[in-house]
Every structure is written in C-alpha cells, then in structure tokens.
C-alpha cells in the first residue's frame, strides 16, 4: 500500500545504445509510470508558461504556424566556463549536456499541436509527436546547417579567463564542443518550412535563455514601400530576467512620417512574491504528488537521443 518514485538526472544515457540499456535496467524494478526522468529547465515559469500562452490566448493560437511565423530561435547562453565539471563534460559537451535534454524538450512544446486535454499522456504524446517530425540529419544537412565551437582563452569582465583546454580535468587535446548551433525543421503541415534555430554554449557573451518568435513581414507595399521594418518578435524569456515582450512597429511621433519599432514588456520578477520555488523545488513537489507531466517520458528520450546521436557522431568526424 506505499508508492514509490525513482527519480534520474540529465542525460539519461550517453547515447541510444547506453539509454535503451539504462531504461531496460530500470523497467525491472519500476514501471515506466514510477520513474521521473527529470529536467530542471522544465520546472522554469517561462517554461511552464508555454502552453498557457499558446493556448489561453487566441490571437497567438490563431497565428502559431508557418503562415504567420517566419522562424523561431531557441537560445541558451552561459557566460560562465565549465568550472569544477571538466570530469563530466568530457564525457558529454554541449549537445549531450543541452540539445539532446533541454532544448529538444523545450522545442516539443513550443512546436506541439494542442493536446486533447491537460493530462500528462495526453501532454506528452503531443510533444512526442515533435520529436519524430524532426527533419532526418543527413551528412549534407549535417554539414550545412550545424556548427559546433569550443571557446578559448580571453577577458570577461576585465578578468583573464582560460580556455576550455586550460580547464582543470580537461584534456589539452580535447576536441569537445562548448558551442553548438542548428539550424531544424519539423516536417509536418504546422511547421513545414519554418525554420528552429538552437544556439547553446558557454562562456557566452551574457547569461541568457530565451525564445525568440519572429513573425513574417508585409509584402513591400504602403509603409513597407520605402523604408525597412523591423519584424513582429515574441520573445519569451526564461533567464535570469523571467518575463516576455511583443515588439511591434509604430509611428514616430517625433518626426512627420518615420515608423519605429515599440515593444509591450512584462516582467515577472515582483519583490511582493517572495521566495518563489527554484525548478527543482517545483519538480519534486511533482513527483511527490506523481504527476509526470513536466518529465521525459521514455519514448521521447528515445527518440531525442535518435536524433542527437547522428549530430554526435557527426561532430566526431
């Protein structure tokens, strides 16, 4: 008459083989129901927020698809090193350490068709479908459209830093990515010809996670004839700054007929919340209270280590 709950941190696995192993270990003690694959960016407000956004407002339901969207940018940027992790980030780098957890996770619900209801399989099996739609890597999409970088030696904030290679625990050969950007597509009719832009690394020009919803722009005619706007942006803003803008172009009314870009800016850091709970405070009240909604169920590890496998290997090249 007791329940129990077996929670495992990112990454689950280092690749397919060692995920599938890992997940076959588990499912002879726990079912899949009992084990919460947890990830902390999920438990992010801003995260959290996605789907109220897309699905309480009908101004963004109606505009959410290629036909209004020109394409959307997912950026994680760290302006801090590896620190003490040199151990575990031989072992991962940024696609096994973000892109194959974080940022797929956070691309499936930002992509995802409205689920039939607010349950968590019903949540879960919508950003399942996502992950599938990911176009196929093949070497020439490979090769076009990803890029992966490490980051050496340099000033950050007045102060000498070191390299990766120069990192405590970290191989003075090492060939591990600090930096990777792709360039995706979701094949299916919502999003066909919408490009995803991923960008995650460190040691980064500022601390920052959001996502950037660039809208289409008007055809070259009236107010478009003759000078250049700037594009329709939602940007959703994870971190450090918690909030959202919607920028869009109005009247100059400082000169007879210039146009310029204004943003409506929300921000949710209020001083009058108090001490609101960190992602993992908010994760484990989940599992204490077993609902999975906010973790990986394994058919989407599965399939995001598919995908992730091909960029790895790639990258190993």
């Given at each position: 008459n007791s329940w129990n709950r077996l929670v495992i941190e990112k990454p689950f696995g280092k690749d397919l083989d060692t995920a599938r192993e890992l997940n076959n270990s588990l499912l002879?003690?726990?079912?899949?129901?009992?084990?919460?694959?947890?990830?902390?960016?999920?438990?992010?407000?801003?995260?959290?927020?996605?789907m109220v956004l897309r699905f309480s407002?009908?101004?963004?339901?109606?505009?959410w698809s290629n036909k209004y969207i020109d394409n959307i940018q997912i950026t994680l940027a760290e302006d801090k090193g590896i620190g003490t992790r040199g151990n575990y980030y031989e072992q991962s780098g940024a696609m096994r350490d973000m892109v194959q957890n974080h940022v797929i996770q956070i691309l499936s619900l930002v992509a995802m068709e409205p689920p039939i209801s607010l349950t968590?399989?019903?949540?879960?099996?919508?950003?399942?479908?996502?992950?599938?739609?990911?176009?196929?890597?093949?070497?020439?999409?490979?090769?076009?459209?990803?890029?992966?970088?490490?980051?050496?030696?340099?000033?950050?904030?007045?102060?000498?830093?070191?390299?990766?290679?120069?990192?405590?625990?970290?191989?003075?050969?090492?060939?591990?990515?600090?930096?990777?950007?792709?360039?995706?597509?979701?094949?299916?009719?919502?999003?066909?010809?919408?490009?995803?832009?991923?960008?995650?690394?460190?040691?980064?020009?500022?601390?920052?996670a959001e996502i950037v919803i660039q809208f289409k722009e008007l055809p070259n005619i009236l107010y478009f004839e003759k000078t250049l706007q700037e594009p329709?942006?939602?940007?959703?803003?994870?971190?450090?700054?918690?909030?959202?803008?919607?920028?869009?172009?109005?009247?100059?009314f400082s000169t007879h007929n210039d146009i310029i870009p204004m943003s409506m800016d929300t921000s949710y850091d209020n001083p009058a919340q108090g001490n609101t709970?960190?992602?993992?405070?908010?994760?484990?009240y989940d599992i204490l209270r077993g609902d999975a909604t906010l973790f990986s169920r394994w058919d989407e590890v599965e399939s995001a280590w598919a995908m992730a496998d091909k960029i790895i290997k790639y990258s190993e090249t």
């Open positions: 002879e003690v726990y079912p899949e129901k009992d084990i919460y694959r947890i990830d902390h960016y999920l438990g992010k407000e801003m995260i959290q927020n996605i407002n009908p101004i963004f339901t109606a505009l968590m399989d019903a949540i879960r099996s919508e950003k399942q479908k996502v992950i599938q739609a990911i176009e196929e890597f093949t070497p020439e999409h490979l090769r076009d459209n990803v890029v992966f970088g490490q980051y050496g030696k340099g000033t950050v904030a007045g102060e000498q830093v070191v390299g990766y290679r120069e990192e405590e625990n970290v191989s003075p050969t090492s060939n591990i990515e600090t930096f990777v950007a792709l360039k995706m597509h979701i094949n299916n009719f919502r999003w066909y010809g919408t490009p995803f832009y991923v960008r995650t690394g460190k040691r980064l020009a500022m601390n920052s329709n942006l939602l940007v959703i803003r994870i971190q450090p700054k918690v909030g959202m803008y919607f920028q869009f172009n109005t009247k100059d709970p960190e992602a993992y405070e908010r994760l484990i």
